[in-house]
């Protein structure tokens, strides 16, 4: 084994590119049902699964990975509703499971052994090229706006959007809602870029980044993203001063932390308001004044925005703050209780709510059959029942112990450490409005699971050094 490490690591390397960019390919709506995702598909899953075989082989070198048994678990469990609920698209919650073992398995978990630097410089080229992507897709959607394009069609069963429609920015993402939070964690990744390289073109091209990925945060209007963006850019501003290298984090140090990280998170969180309140004031202004110069004599006419980008979500619903969330999650209840302890799969919850609970709210609504709960515990609550979700919970709560007794003791790579965390933090906070880290296969979910691993990796080596005195 120890012969062949060095090539089996790069091999590792290989397959998780490979597997960013094919996930990269399949999320946004430019390549999204199209061939050539398949060309780098059936290579990703084969190099996958021979390097998945080859950690089994060697399973002493990771079954001591922190918090690693309960993914495992949750995996079999997994396995087990697939079987139950076969009848149900069966094809679709393999990928899914597919999906896990390499998230849990190839991203999240390492060898024991495995030297932290090398586990860094995977996550900073992975970071890269999470960025590279990020700017790309959000610079072809700013200009999908400003050219007005908008297209609504019909694929692979579904609509697609693409560029400004209804009332908000989907551009070349599938969704507004994930195409904001990947601007989120590409703003975090970049300031976290410029305070570590701090070389003037550098900082250029991620200011540059930072106002693009900020402006389709406001034109995409998504009160997901603002939450994310608040909460990630609160997170590391809060543990650069907890995980301070120079300074010890002194009463009067940490208080000023956490004001700075309150005043942080408010005005990250208001200002996309602020910005698509001025953006659509200066629009009406526009239609006003062409108004008054088309008929002077009635200046006081309401100003015709119909031919705008205004940005409005016509489609939400009035004085429903979670936007039918509530009812979506209530309907997910209903579901679990018919199937307590393995669930009805991803991808069987909506066909077994329309052949065992036709009144419930996902399949019997206004607007249409809900295929996601909106939020990745209840998914994981109604699809794995309540041993899945156990075995979850179990997770978050020990990987959450590792990182706060082992991790954030480390002084010496606090920039690393905060970026880590905050963009765990914004992925977590994502999951809570949408198929985040277990159900939605995007890339920011691939980055929140080598962040997770290298968080723990750190906590590893503090323990290490501990134990060694």
Not at 259 to 288: C, D, E, H, M, W
Not at 293 to 300: A, F, G, I, K, R
Not at 436 to 453: D, K, N, P, R, T
Request: proline letters at 3%; hydrophobic letters at 50%.
């Amino acid at each position: 084994m120890n012969r062949w490490r060095p090539w089996i690591e790069k091999s590792e390397f290989v397959f998780q590119i490979l597997f960013f960019f094919y996930v990269c390919l399949g999320f946004n709506n430019l390549t999204y049902a199209t061939p050539v995702i398949s060309v780098i598909m059936w290579p990703t899953y084969l190099l996958g699964a021979a390097l998945l075989l080859i950690r089994l082989l060697n399973l002493k070198s990771y079954i001591k990975m922190p918090a690693i048994l309960p993914l495992a678990g949750l995996c079999a469990v997994c396995a087990v509703s697939i079987l139950l609920n076969r009848q149900y698209d069966i094809k679709k919650n393999i990928i899914y499971l597919i999906f896990w073992a390499f998230y849990f398995f190839m991203f999240y978990m390492h060898a024991a052994d495995t030297d932290l630097t090398l586990l860094k410089k995977r996550f900073c080229i992975l970071a890269h090229l999470f960025n590279g992507v990020a700017f790309v897709l959000a610079g072809v959607s700013l200009g999908m706006m400003g050219t007005g394009y908008s297209v609504v069609k019909t694929v692979a069963g579904g609509e697609l959007h693409r560029g400004f429609v209804y009332g908000r920015l989907f551009g070349a993402y599938l969704t507004p809602n994930a195409g904001a939070i990947v601007g989120c964690i590409a703003i975090i990744l970049s300031v976290y870029f410029i305070s570590v390289y701090k070389k003037k073109l550098y900082t250029v091209a991620a200011a540059v980044n930072i106002l693009v990925q900020f402006l389709y945060i406001v034109f995409s209007d998504s009160r997901s993203g603002r939450v994310c963006l608040a909460l990630g850019g609160g997170a590391y501003i809060l543990f650069r001063v907890l995980c301070s290298e120079k300074d010890k984090v002194t009463f009067k140090r940490a208080t000023a932390g956490i004001l700075a990280t309150l005043i942080v998170t408010a005005g990250l969180f208001f200002a996309p308001k602020l910005a698509k309140t001025t953006y659509n004031a200066a629009l009406t202004s526009i239609a006003q004044h062409r108004i008054e110069e088309e008929d002077p004599l009635s200046p006081d006419d309401p100003a015709d925005t119909s031919d705008l980008p205004i940005i409005d979500r016509g489609y939400d619903m009035s004085g429903d703050i979670s936007n039918r969330r509530f009812a979506i999650w209530g309907s997910g209840l209903e579901i679990f209780k018919k199937n307590v302890l393995f669930g009805t799969t991803f991808s069987g919850f909506l066909p077994y709510a329309k052949e065992n609970l036709p009144d419930t709210y996902i399949v019997n609504n206004d607007y249409l059959d809900m295929e996601t709960l909106d939020n990745d515990f209840m998914n994981l609550l109604v699809s794995d029942g309540a041993l899945g979700f156990i075995c979850f919970a179990v997770f978050v709560v020990w990987v959450l112990a590792y990182i706060f007794r082992y991790s954030l003791r480390d002084k010496t790579d606090g920039q690393t450490i905060a970026v880590l965390f905050a963009v765990c933090a914004t992925a977590a906070a994502a999951s809570m409005f949408s198929s985040g880290v277990l159900f939605m296969q995007c890339e920011y979910s691939i980055l929140f699971w080598a962040a997770l691993g290298l968080l723990v990796c750190f906590g590893e080596q503090q323990k290490k050094e501990g134990a060694h005195g």
